[in-house]
């Protein structure tokens, strides 16, 4: 007799989760340009020594918070 293969139970993947559009905000301090940039699971702060240089990198900044968001949860096994 010949066994028969085992099925492993069903693994449902999470659906990514909607992200609001990040929110930021330069701001001058006594130690330069602060720009903060944030959406509702994480925030950058960093200080530039010019408002030009605190505005191009929103850009740069927003372009990471979408890549990070893109990122796949890992599956999770339904009980």
Do not use: E, K, N, W
């Given at each position: 007799m010949v066994p028969q293969a085992q099925v492993a139970p069903p693994?449902?993947?999470?659906?990514?989760a909607?992200?609001?559009t990040p929110r930021y905000?330069?701001?001058q301090t006594e130690k330069g340009w602060r720009l903060t940039i944030e959406n509702e699971h994480c925030s950058v702060v960093q200080v530039f020594s010019t408002s030009t240089a605190a505005q191009h990198?929103?850009?740069?900044?927003?372009e990471f918070f979408e890549s990070m968001s893109a990122q796949a949860p890992s599956p999770r096994q339904v009980a």
């Open positions: 693994v449902q993947v999470t659906p990514l909607q992200v609001s905000d330069i701001a990198a929103v850009g740069r900044m927003l």
